[in-house]
């Protein structure tokens, strides 16, 4: 893309500068995209993309107030055209931003909830061990009175049989 009044040094940063800014947001919504959470590590990444808008809003003002110092009609006009350009990217960027953070805050949710699933199936689980334990113990028990009644049944055939000798 041509740039207007390309020998003026202050523009020519403004513009890299709108680059960088633009750059840094899209990676720093790419990173919130990524974001496995907590909901702490999503509240930072937000706070750094918020940084950048407010730093990209601003070199965006400062090349629509140099378009306006312009003298030459054409200059100005490709300047504000390009200040209107850099406006709908961010506004593009601005969607992105907040489509990531819902698609992250989903995520971060979704586990959350598969966490807490699986500590109620832990539960669960100890809830069920300690039924299977209380009914072996009943087992148990029913197998020693059963062999408590035949060694008592025993001692008493053997009785008998003391008895008949």
Excluded: Y
Aim: hydrophobic share 35%; with cysteine; charged share 30%.
């Amino acid at each position: 893309r041509k740039m207007a009044a390309a020998g003026s040094v202050p523009l020519r940063v403004c513009h890299q500068e709108i680059v960088r800014f633009d750059l840094e947001i899209k990676a720093a919504v790419q990173d919130i995209r990524d974001c496995p959470g907590p909901l702490g590590a999503l509240t930072e990444l937000n706070a750094v993309v918020k940084e950048k808008f407010r730093h990209l809003r601003g070199r965006i003002q400062e090349l629509e107030q140099m378009a306006k110092e312009q003298d030459k009609e054409s200059e100005k006009q490709a300047l504000l055209r390009e200040v209107e350009n850099h406006q709908k990217q961010m506004l593009s960027n601005q969607a992105a931003w907040r489509k990531a953070n819902l698609a992250c805050k989903i995520a971060i949710d979704n586990s959350e909830k598969d966490q807490l699933l699986q500590g109620r199936d832990s539960l669960r689980q100890r809830k069920t061990t300690k039924e299977s334990l209380a009914e072996s113990a009943s087992n148990i028990t029913e197998s020693l009175m059963g062999i408590s009644r035949m060694m008592s049944q025993q001692v008493q055939q053997s009785e008998e049989t003391v008895q008949t000798l």
